[in-house]
């Protein structure tokens, strides 16, 4: 994450360098809050699937189910076939 976020910073002070700025709207603000709630994302899903994982292997399908239809929500899968 950190190489990304130096790599996205350098870019945007390049564009930043030739456009007027407007206000605290900086494009380095936007990414850091894009890339705190990307981060955020990732780490939930990879929680989850560590927890399906679990609990597949426990064979809790109930509870299996509940968090495959919450990693369906966080991947914005359309349908889990049962």
Known sequence: ???LEAELKDVISK???GTPRRGQDS???LLE???EVFSQ????V???YIYFTFLDVK???SLLMLVAKRLQSLLAVTSISS
């Open 1 to 3: 994450r950190v190489k």
């Open 15 to 17: 564009i930043e360098q």
């Open 27 to 29: 494009l380095s603000l």
């Open 33 to 35: 809050a894009d890339l």
């Open 41 to 44: 994302w990732c780490m939930e």
């Open 46 to 48: 990879g929680e989850l």
């Open 59 to 61: 064979g809790d399908r």
